[in-house]
């Protein structure tokens, strides 16, 4: 089993900026890729960025020039950098980590609002 707990989450004016983190632990053996995805009220659950142990990147297009994923391998933490934060990325934010095998965990959410 993964154990993933996220933090970093909160209440943010338009334009601010927060940083989300991802620690995960257990048995991380085997771990290749980590991401963040969200769900607003409502809607579907959708991917933001990923981040594999190699350091190859993906993010969302709605998201691109203003989140930045990254990941520490030291601390097996991944984090999600997210600047110029706009109303629309209200939503809760959690944190994901896949298996070479396919076996994929997720963590237990951390909420963002953005409003002022």
């Known amino acids: 089993q993964v154990q993933l707990v996220e933090s970093g989450g909160g209440l943010v004016q338009p334009g601010g900026s927060l940083r989300l983190s991802c620690a995960a632990s257990g048995s991380i053996f085997g771990i290749y890729t980590m991401g963040w995805y969200r769900q607003a009220p409502g809607k579907q659950r959708e991917l933001v960025a990923t981040?594999?142990?190699?350091?190859?990147?993906g993010i969302a297009n709605s998201v691109k020039g203003r989140f930045t994923i990254s990941m520490d391998n030291a601390k097996n933490t991944v984090y999600l950098q997210m600047n110029n934060l706009k109303p629309e990325d209200t939503a809760a934010y959690y944190c994901?980590?896949?298996?070479?095998?396919?076996?994929?965990?997720w963590g237990q959410g951390t909420q963002v609002t953005v409003s002022s």
């Open positions: 994901r980590a896949d298996r070479y095998s396919g076996q994929g965990y």
């Open positions: 981040i594999t142990t190699g350091g190859s990147t």
